[in-house]
Protein backbone atom coordinates (compact mmCIF):
# COMPACT_ATOMS: atom_id res chain seq x y z
CA UNK A 1 0.00 0.00 0.00
CA UNK A 2 2.99 2.15 -0.13
CA UNK A 3 2.39 2.75 3.67
CA UNK A 4 5.09 4.02 6.42
CA UNK A 5 6.46 1.13 8.31
CA UNK A 6 5.58 2.46 11.71
CA UNK A 7 1.71 2.89 10.43
CA UNK A 8 1.70 -0.57 8.82
CA UNK A 9 2.82 -1.79 12.34
CA UNK A 10 -0.32 0.11 13.71
CA UNK A 11 -2.58 -1.30 11.29
CA UNK A 12 -1.52 -4.73 12.20
CA UNK A 13 -1.80 -4.34 15.91
CA UNK A 14 -5.22 -3.13 14.97
CA UNK A 15 -6.22 -5.90 12.92
CA UNK A 16 -5.44 -8.28 15.83
CA UNK A 17 -7.63 -6.59 18.32
CA UNK A 18 -10.34 -6.59 15.72
CA UNK A 19 -10.17 -10.10 14.92
CA UNK A 20 -10.52 -10.99 18.85
CA UNK A 21 -13.34 -8.52 19.34
CA UNK A 22 -15.30 -8.72 16.68
CA UNK A 23 -18.38 -10.13 18.20
CA UNK A 24 -20.08 -10.78 14.69
CA UNK A 25 -17.90 -14.03 14.41
CA UNK A 26 -14.66 -13.95 11.36
CA UNK A 27 -17.17 -15.78 9.40
CA UNK A 28 -19.59 -13.69 8.66
CA UNK A 29 -20.14 -12.28 4.91
CA UNK A 30 -19.02 -9.19 4.19
CA UNK A 31 -22.17 -8.37 2.45
CA UNK A 32 -24.15 -9.02 5.48
CA UNK A 33 -21.84 -6.36 7.66
CA UNK A 34 -23.62 -3.29 8.67
CA UNK A 35 -22.56 -0.16 9.11
CA UNK A 36 -24.23 0.24 12.38
CA UNK A 37 -21.70 -3.10 13.67
CA UNK A 38 -19.06 -0.93 12.98
CA UNK A 39 -20.26 1.77 14.78
CA UNK A 40 -20.67 -0.20 17.75
CA UNK A 41 -17.35 -1.78 17.42
CA UNK A 42 -15.69 1.34 17.27
CA UNK A 43 -17.68 2.78 20.14
CA UNK A 44 -16.79 -0.15 22.07
CA UNK A 45 -12.96 0.04 21.31
CA UNK A 46 -13.16 4.30 21.99
CA UNK A 47 -14.66 3.21 25.94
CA UNK A 48 -12.90 0.28 26.55
CA UNK A 49 -9.50 1.77 25.90
CA UNK A 50 -10.55 5.63 26.84
CA UNK A 51 -9.19 6.33 23.50
CA UNK A 52 -8.82 9.80 22.22
CA UNK A 53 -9.66 11.30 18.79
CA UNK A 54 -6.52 10.23 17.09
CA UNK A 55 -6.36 6.87 18.83
CA UNK A 56 -10.16 6.31 17.26
CA UNK A 57 -9.25 7.47 13.78
CA UNK A 58 -7.23 4.77 13.59
CA UNK A 59 -9.71 2.00 14.19
CA UNK A 60 -11.86 3.72 11.90
CA UNK A 61 -8.71 4.15 9.29
CA UNK A 62 -8.47 0.48 9.95
CA UNK A 63 -11.72 -0.17 8.80
CA UNK A 64 -11.83 2.28 5.93
CA UNK A 65 -9.07 0.17 4.69
CA UNK A 66 -10.31 -3.41 5.35
CA UNK A 67 -13.30 -2.55 3.46
CA UNK A 68 -12.05 -0.64 0.78
CA UNK A 69 -10.76 -3.84 -0.13
CA UNK A 70 -14.33 -5.81 -0.01
CA UNK A 71 -15.27 -3.12 -2.39
CA UNK A 72 -12.24 -3.43 -5.17
CA UNK A 73 -13.02 -7.48 -4.94
CA UNK A 74 -16.23 -6.99 -5.63
CA UNK A 75 -17.63 -8.70 -2.12
CA UNK A 76 -19.48 -5.61 -2.32
CA UNK A 77 -20.85 -2.37 -4.12
CA UNK A 78 -20.32 -0.11 -1.23
CA UNK A 79 -18.22 0.33 1.80
CA UNK A 80 -20.26 -0.60 5.06
CA UNK A 81 -17.60 2.11 6.56
CA UNK A 82 -18.37 4.45 4.53
CA UNK A 83 -20.24 6.23 7.15
CA UNK A 84 -17.75 6.24 9.91
CA UNK A 85 -16.29 9.36 9.10
CA UNK A 86 -12.67 10.51 11.21
CA UNK A 87 -12.92 12.44 14.50
CA UNK A 88 -11.59 15.75 14.67
CA UNK A 89 -8.39 15.88 16.35
CA UNK A 90 -6.50 18.76 18.83
CA UNK A 91 -4.09 20.17 16.82
CA UNK A 92 -0.57 18.54 19.00
CA UNK A 93 2.87 20.38 19.44
CA UNK A 94 4.31 18.82 16.74
CA UNK A 95 8.39 19.08 17.22
CA UNK A 96 9.66 20.54 14.14
CA UNK A 97 13.50 20.78 13.76
CA UNK A 98 15.26 24.73 12.26
CA UNK A 99 16.78 24.53 8.83
CA UNK A 100 20.14 24.29 10.39
CA UNK A 101 19.15 21.18 12.51
CA UNK A 102 17.74 19.29 9.88
CA UNK A 103 20.90 19.86 8.32
CA UNK A 104 22.98 19.10 11.10
CA UNK A 105 20.88 15.56 11.21
CA UNK A 106 21.48 14.82 7.58
CA UNK A 107 25.55 15.36 8.46
CA UNK A 108 25.39 13.67 11.32
CA UNK A 109 23.96 10.49 9.55
CA UNK A 110 26.53 7.65 9.30
CA UNK A 111 25.52 5.64 6.62
CA UNK A 112 25.81 7.51 2.81
CA UNK A 113 22.23 5.89 2.07
CA UNK A 114 20.62 7.65 5.01
CA UNK A 115 21.98 11.02 3.91
CA UNK A 116 20.64 11.17 0.59
CA UNK A 117 17.35 9.61 1.50
CA UNK A 118 17.07 12.25 4.26
CA UNK A 119 18.26 14.99 1.90
CA UNK A 120 15.84 14.57 -0.75
CA UNK A 121 13.00 14.07 2.39
CA UNK A 122 14.09 17.77 3.40
CA UNK A 123 15.37 19.44 0.02
CA UNK A 124 11.46 18.66 -1.73
CA UNK A 125 9.70 18.29 0.82
CA UNK A 126 8.42 15.34 0.81
CA UNK A 127 7.00 12.66 3.52
CA UNK A 128 8.67 9.09 3.42
CA UNK A 129 6.08 7.74 1.30
CA UNK A 130 6.24 10.07 -1.26
CA UNK A 131 9.87 9.63 -1.50
CA UNK A 132 9.46 5.36 -1.65
CA UNK A 133 7.62 5.92 -4.58
CA UNK A 134 9.68 8.03 -6.58
CA UNK A 135 10.84 5.78 -9.74
CA UNK A 136 13.51 7.51 -12.83
CA UNK A 137 10.78 8.21 -14.82
CA UNK A 138 9.22 10.94 -12.78
CA UNK A 139 12.06 13.13 -12.75
CA UNK A 140 12.56 16.10 -15.82
CA UNK A 141 15.05 16.96 -15.66
CA UNK A 142 14.77 19.14 -19.16
CA UNK A 143 11.97 20.63 -17.97
CA UNK A 144 12.66 20.98 -14.21
CA UNK A 145 10.18 18.81 -13.17
CA UNK A 146 9.22 16.04 -10.61
CA UNK A 147 6.04 14.14 -11.00
CA UNK A 148 5.01 13.33 -7.32
CA UNK A 149 2.44 11.04 -5.78
CA UNK A 150 0.80 12.20 -2.02
CA UNK A 151 -0.02 8.46 -0.57
CA UNK A 152 -2.26 10.54 1.54
CA UNK A 153 -5.16 11.44 -1.92
CA UNK A 154 -3.13 9.40 -3.85
CA UNK A 155 -3.34 12.63 -6.22
CA UNK A 156 -0.79 12.97 -8.70
CA UNK A 157 1.11 16.43 -8.72
CA UNK A 158 4.80 17.66 -10.37
CA UNK A 159 7.13 19.88 -8.24
CA UNK A 160 10.08 22.07 -9.22
CA UNK A 161 13.08 20.97 -8.97
CA UNK A 162 14.04 23.50 -6.26
CA UNK A 163 17.57 24.81 -6.74
CA UNK A 164 18.58 23.80 -3.49
CA UNK A 165 17.91 20.08 -4.35
CA UNK A 166 19.28 20.19 -8.02
CA UNK A 167 23.20 19.60 -6.88
CA UNK A 168 21.95 16.53 -5.56
CA UNK A 169 19.77 15.56 -7.77
CA UNK A 170 22.15 15.55 -10.62
CA UNK A 171 24.30 13.70 -8.40
CA UNK A 172 22.07 11.11 -8.31
CA UNK A 173 21.52 10.95 -11.45
CA UNK A 174 25.08 11.00 -12.43
CA UNK A 175 25.62 7.58 -10.21
CA UNK A 176 22.92 6.01 -12.22
CA UNK A 177 20.18 6.31 -9.17
CA UNK A 178 17.70 8.04 -11.44
CA UNK A 179 17.08 5.68 -13.85
CA UNK A 180 13.66 4.83 -15.74
CA UNK A 181 11.54 1.74 -14.75
CA UNK A 182 13.83 1.84 -10.85
CA UNK A 183 12.73 3.13 -7.58
CA UNK A 184 15.33 6.47 -6.58
CA UNK A 185 15.74 3.97 -3.44
CA UNK A 186 14.68 0.65 -2.76
CA UNK A 187 14.31 0.75 0.81
CA UNK A 188 14.11 3.96 3.15
CA UNK A 189 14.31 3.72 7.00
CA UNK A 190 14.41 7.35 8.21
CA UNK A 191 13.09 7.16 11.52
CA UNK A 192 16.19 5.38 12.59
CA UNK A 193 18.84 7.53 11.49
CA UNK A 194 16.80 10.40 12.59
CA UNK A 195 16.83 9.13 16.11
CA UNK A 196 19.92 8.12 16.32
CA UNK A 197 21.48 11.80 15.14
CA UNK A 198 18.81 13.16 17.25
CA UNK A 199 20.19 11.17 20.12
CA UNK A 200 24.13 11.78 19.05
CA UNK A 201 23.03 15.75 18.94
CA UNK A 202 21.63 16.25 22.15
CA UNK A 203 18.00 17.30 19.66
CA UNK A 204 14.62 16.27 20.83
CA UNK A 205 13.42 13.26 18.95
CA UNK A 206 12.06 14.07 15.43
CA UNK A 207 9.92 12.48 13.35
CA UNK A 208 10.80 12.09 9.52
CA UNK A 209 7.23 14.15 8.81
CA UNK A 210 8.70 16.91 10.65
CA UNK A 211 11.37 17.34 7.68
CA UNK A 212 8.44 18.11 5.39
CA UNK A 213 7.65 20.79 8.24
CA UNK A 214 10.96 22.41 8.13
CA UNK A 215 10.67 22.50 3.90
CA UNK A 216 7.34 24.49 4.57
CA UNK A 217 8.31 26.70 7.39
CA UNK A 218 11.39 27.92 5.88
CA UNK A 219 9.54 28.24 2.29
CA UNK A 220 6.93 30.82 4.15
CA UNK A 221 9.62 32.45 5.81
CA UNK A 222 11.36 32.98 2.46
CA UNK A 223 8.19 35.03 1.83
CA UNK A 224 6.38 31.90 -1.21
CA UNK A 225 3.33 32.88 -1.67
CA UNK A 226 0.92 29.89 0.31
CA UNK A 227 -0.89 28.77 -2.59
CA UNK A 228 2.47 28.03 -3.81
CA UNK A 229 4.02 26.31 -1.01
CA UNK A 230 0.20 24.28 -0.86
CA UNK A 231 1.14 23.11 -4.18
CA UNK A 232 3.96 21.41 -3.81
CA UNK A 233 2.43 19.65 -0.77
CA UNK A 234 0.00 18.49 -3.26
CA UNK A 235 -2.86 20.42 -1.62
CA UNK A 236 -5.89 21.91 -4.00
CA UNK A 237 -5.42 25.00 -1.85
CA UNK A 238 -3.71 26.80 0.72
CA UNK A 239 -6.07 26.90 3.33
CA UNK A 240 -4.34 23.90 5.04
CA UNK A 241 -0.98 25.52 5.29
CA UNK A 242 -2.52 28.79 6.09
CA UNK A 243 -4.28 27.46 9.01
CA UNK A 244 -1.68 25.61 10.46
CA UNK A 245 1.67 27.65 9.89
CA UNK A 246 0.09 30.83 9.44
CA UNK A 247 1.41 32.48 12.32
CA UNK A 248 4.67 32.61 10.76
CA UNK A 249 3.50 34.35 7.50
CA UNK A 250 0.85 37.29 9.61
CA UNK A 251 3.74 39.15 11.19
CA UNK A 252 6.13 39.98 8.20
CA UNK A 253 3.04 40.09 5.97
CA UNK A 254 1.58 42.86 7.91
CA UNK A 255 4.78 44.84 8.02
CA UNK A 256 4.83 44.17 4.38
CA UNK A 257 1.68 45.92 4.11
CA UNK A 258 1.85 48.94 6.17
CA UNK A 259 4.91 50.14 4.20
CA UNK A 260 2.59 50.50 1.41
CA UNK A 261 0.82 53.09 3.25
CA UNK A 262 3.16 56.64 2.45
Aim: net charge positive; proline share 5%; charged share 25%.
Amino acid sequence: MGLAASTLEIRDRLLKVFERTWKYGLGIRVSAVKSIMLKTWVAERRQEQSLKASGVNNYIRLLHGLFKIAVETGAVAESPAKAQSLLREESPERLTPSWEQAQSIIASAKLQHSKDVLSVMLLLGLGQAEVLNLYGEHFDFEKSKILVRRQKTQRVFSIPMYPQAKPLLERLKAAGRIVAGKPLFESISPREAIALACKRLGYPPFSPRSFRRAFIIRALEKGIDPRCVAAWQGHRDATLVLRVYGHLIQPKHNEEMAQRLT
